[in-house]
């Protein structure tokens, strides 16, 4: 009886105490960036064990609280700790909610917290989880723990996204670069390629990236030329009280180490070319054509970051970041050069080398002023200067092949191109956020220029090459000259001024209520032309004594100034400058061209709640876009010099819709109208030839206007953990006249870009999962792992033939899959993050795959090229000695797969080249080893 009369005291005390007891809740938000939500903070009844964190949501809740006075103690590292006296009344909710703001108390709780924040898997995690629109991003955490250094890389590890082996092209779901676009902090990036649309990823450092993000589905603030997704690069901030850190680097490349490296005569170790102001008639006269020695191909890195910030006031706060970085590599392809569309043109089966010398130089500054909480600036420059130094050598077995050659068909023929590319970017964006009462404000102003240069290619041409392996003195090769410009010196030049701008008013009408006005708008000029110089060789029977030192042939005591001389060779150009002779005169601009393109957008949208589940978000966009180009080329006689103008406004809706399954999974779906217009590159008739390749435009695209797309988006995501997720999502997209890269079956192959047909359809389906594998005592990831996969099945329909303006084209087959859809895209890693007192590894394996794709369709009777799939595996082993010094070790390319090109004929498979890849291929890149010291200041 004793025991029972005890056990309903004791209930009855505890009915008692539950329904007297209190309760604390609220919401912490985060001053620093834009009143977010502050998820993961300490929230501790001071002077007790009693606390909770608050979670993705920035939302926390201590239960069972007993009636009284409490210190409530609010903490996250790097932010001022608040105490809040709080009084829990029986049977209510108390709710207490808290703004916090960066510390400037300690240096080293500052800079973790502040430059990681919205680097972390953590954060992007919860930002994903929140946003409107289906959308993924990588942050710097994860950049530095896989080893990826740049940009290009880092989208590659995004589910649906690879990025092609040997060029810095990137695909997402299956659509190439013209499908893409790029942006900087929400502001539109140029391109530094006059063969893309968009700028080269590789160019943007891990040093300067706060995270990467690919929105895949459209959202009316985008520009209408939408249809694969928009990349935008958050560059990275900083807000603490002051940090320096400098690291330096070392490494090779296991084919380049042990070779003797060259690059061009005129460029230096840290890419630049210092003749740029010069006439290039001057250039060919004065300097010569061999390559010089490259030094020991040891590839070296080293930069430094470093930030401060001032406290003005009680809210006024002004930070500095500034960060610069040098790099170059060293890399080495040996392989085949082949030319085939029905039959073989020109032919180097495993003979061809090339040695490629890249730099990458990147600095940026940003200066941050927060004026008040409900208002900040910031000012964002960067400047990148990226190079590429290629000599190549084709035949250098003696054994290449020509249909062309005039002396020896089967053998000996032999070229050398020495190449180098330069580009000069200079980006600058003015930001600014403003919030006044139920009213946002996000605007940014931007300013982009790039200086793109590929100055003074030499290209030498030889017959009977083997004569110089033979070791006899009476046998000599000589030049292959059938047309004067086989053996030329090369100039080209690409500027582009772009500004653009955007504004968006969000006016938060109720709690469940959200308008959004804004206004894009970009206005881009570009203008390009070339000049060649060709050497005539006046004695065609000129015999080489030694085919390393053209530089004796090619000077001024042999040149042949008139008729009489008894020179060896004269120089001549396509277009001569008026009044002068187009032999041993400087000359005018072969091919040239203008671009202009304007767009002006403005649009609407409203996110509407319904309850805690449903998010709607229907939007409109109405956009005006001009294209314009006018040219002046040689290739196309009357047609050569042309202008041509497409103009149109588009009305396009979007409809975006989040329904919350449970606190942590959402289930989402997008539906939108975009289109695809044209790039400069593919519209300007000019010819780009390569060793084995030829592209150029074709102007038939801008007047048959823009190809207008659909696009259906259905995900499914589970946020299982702060840290954990499990996606799965499926897409469809309707391409009306799609666009692809033909190869010609004519006598040249060049390859053009056409509206193939009426429509193209794509299909596919996405998985991604993040999973912790094992945790420690304070649920931090010790071992985790990561894969998501993409497969996709694209299918259009090809014209029998199309009648251009321009060109013509025609088809045997009557559909065909898109070009650059690999039905198969993999990535995954593992990740292994011990700790061992102040030792803290972290080891990652990182793999990644495309299955086979369309490289360029064939036309006629002329089958695809297929760009092989490449399987690729990562080792980084990141290694913390210390909280301020980390010796970092990086393996890439373990596997070291060929890659390989391939034309598919009715003879079988045969490598070709690519138009969008290096100037060998059947070859192996080789394993690239780095070795990393880094030291926090």
């Known amino acids: 009886m004793r025991k029972i009369l005890f056990i309903l005291t004791a209930f009855t005390s505890f009915i008692s105490y539950s329904q007297s007891a209190g309760s604390l809740s609220g919401k912490l938000i985060d001053k620093e960036y834009n009143n977010e ?60 909610n808290v703004s916090m703001s960066a510390s400037s108390a300690s240096l080293d709780e500052v800079v973790i917290t502040t430059t990681t924040k919205r680097e972390s898997e ?34 590659a590890k995004i589910s649906g996204v690879s990025k092609q082996e040997g060029s810095s092209n990137v695909y997402v779901r299956g659509l190439g670069d013209r499908y893409l676009n790029t942006s900087m902090n929400g502001l539109a990036l140029p391109s530094n390629d006059v063969n893309k649309k968009n700028i080269d990823l590789n160019l943007f450092s891990s040093d300067v990236i706060e995270n990467v993000s690919i929105s895949k589905a459209y959202s009316s603030k985008y520009y209408s030329d939408f249809s694969a997704g928009n990349v935008d690069i958050s560059s990275k901030d900083y807000k603490g009280n002051g940090f320096f850190e400098a690291t330096v680097s070392t490494g090779f490349n296991t084919n380049a180490i042990d070779k003797s490296f060259v690059r061009n005569e005129g460029t230096g170790y840290f890419g630049y070319y210092g003749r740029y102001n010069h006439n290039p008639f001057a250039v060919v006269l004065s300097h010569g054509i061999d390559p010089e020695n490259a030094g020991t191909p040891m590839n070296i890195g080293y930069g430094a970051s470093a930030g401060k910030s001032f406290d003005l006031n009680d809210e006024s706060r002004l930070s500095l970041f500034a960060t ?72 250098i077995d003696g054994k290449g092949r020509s249909r062309d050659a005039i002396l020896n068909t089967d053998e000996g023929f032999y070229q050398m191109n020495a190449q180098f590319d330069q580009t000069q970017m200079f980006v600058n964006q003015l930001l600014g956020n403003h919030t006044s009462g139920k009213l946002d404000i996000d605007w940014g102003f931007g300013y982009n220029y790039v200086f793109s240069k590929q100055p003074d290619r030499k290209r030498i041409s030889v017959e009977n090459y083997h004569y110089a392996l033979d070791n006899d003195s009476s046998t000599n090769p000589t030049f292959y000259s059938n047309v004067v410009f086989d053996n030329q010196r090369y100039f080209q030049n690409i500027e582009d001024d772009e500004y653009n701008g955007r504004l968006n008013l969000a006016y938060n009408a109720k709690e469940n209520l959200k308008f959004n006005i804004g206004f894009n708008g970009r206005s881009k000029q570009r203008s390009f032309n070339n000049i060649r110089y060709g050497y005539d060789i ?150 780009y030839e390569d060793i084995s390749t030829r592209m150029g435009g074709n102007p038939d695209l801008l007047e048959k206007g823009y190809s207008k797309i659909w696009n259906l988006d259905l995900k499914y995501e589970w946020f299982f953990s702060k840290s954990e997720i499990l996606s799965v999502a499926a897409f469809t997209k309707e391409i009306k006249d799609p666009v692809n890269l033909v190869v010609g079956a004519d006598a040249t192959g060049t390859q053009r870009y056409f509206r193939t047909g009426d429509k193209a359809n794509v299909y596919g389906l996405e998985v991604e999962i993040r999973k912790n594998i094992l945790t420690d005592d304070n649920d ?32 045997q ?113 080789g394993i690239d080893l780095n070795l990393q010291l880094k030291y926090k200041f």
Do not use: C
Request: avoid cysteine; charged fraction near 20%.
């Open 122 to 155: 953590t954060a992007l995690l919860l930002e994903q989880k929140k946003a409107v629109e289906i959308k993924q991003s990588i942050g710097a955490e994860e950049l530095s723990r896989k080893g990826v250094s740049d940009a290009a890389g880092a989208v």
């Open 780 to 811: 931090d990831t010790k071992l985790s792992a990561g894969l998501n996969a993409t497969y996709m099945h694209t299918e259009q329909d090809l014209y029998r033939s199309i009648d251009g303006k321009f060109y013509d084209v025609s088809f």
């Open 324 to 395: 610069a970085s040098f790099e170059n590599k060293y890399n080495y392809r040996k392989g085949s050069a082949v030319d085939y569309t029905l039959t073989e043109k020109k032919a180097f089966i495993d003979n061809a080398e090339e040695y490629e010398y890249g730099t990458t130089t990147t600095a940026m500054a940003s200066i941050n002023y927060r004026i008040n909480s409900d208002n900040s600036l910031k000012y964002n420059s960067l400047f990148i200067n990226s190079s590429s130094d290629k000599i190549g050598y084709f035949g």
């Open 538 to 687: 006046i004695d065609a029977g000129y015999g080489i004594t030694d085919v390393n030192n053209f530089d004796s042939i090619f000077n001024l005591n042999n040149l042949n100034l008139n008729q009489s001389d008894n020179g060896i060779y004269q120089i001549q150009v396509i277009k001569p400058t008026p009044t002068l002779s187009n032999i041993n005169r400087p000359g005018q601009y072969e091919n040239a061209y203008k671009g202009n393109l304007n767009i002006y957008a403005g649009y609407f949208d409203a996110e509407i709640k319904s309850g805690e589940k449903w998010l709607f978000v229907p939007g409109v966009r109405l956009e005006s876009i001009e294209q314009k180009i006018a040219f002046n080329v040689i290739n196309l006689g009357n047609l050569g010099n042309s202008e041509i103008t497409s103009k149109q406004t588009f009305v396009l809706p979007t409809l975006n819709v989040k329904y919350a399954l449970s606190e942590d999974a959402n289930l989402r779906f997008s539906a939108s109208q975009t289109v695809s217009i044209p790039e400069f590159k593919e519209v300007a008739p000019f010819v």
């Open 37 to 96: 939500p502050l998820a993961f903070a300490n929230v501790i009844i001071k002077g007790t064990s009693t606390g909770t964190t608050s979670d993705m949501d920035g939302l926390y809740t201590l239960n069972n609280l007993a009636p009284g006075s409490y210190t409530i103690a609010y903490s996250y590292v790097g932010y001022e700790t608040q105490e809040v006296p709080v009084e829990i009344l029986p049977n209510k909710i108390t709710v207490v």
């Open 813 to 925: 087959e009557s559909d065909e899959t898109l070009q650059g859809a690999s039905p198969l895209i993999l990535n995954a890693d593992i990740n292994y993050s011990p700790t061992f007192g102040n030792y803290k590894p972290t080891a990652n394996l990182v793999f990644s795959y495309f299955s086979n794709r369309i490289d360029a369709l064939g036309s006629g009777q002329l089958g695809n090229i297929i760009e092989k799939g490449v399987p690729s595996l990562d080792f980084i082993l990141k290694n913390k000695v210390k909280e301020n010094f980390e010796i970092n070790l990086g393996v890439k390319n373990i596997l070291n797969t060929n890659i390989d090109y391939y034309r598919e004929t009715v003879l079988g498979d045969i490598s070709v080249n690519s138009a969008n890849g290096k100037g060998v291929t059947d070859y192996k890149r």
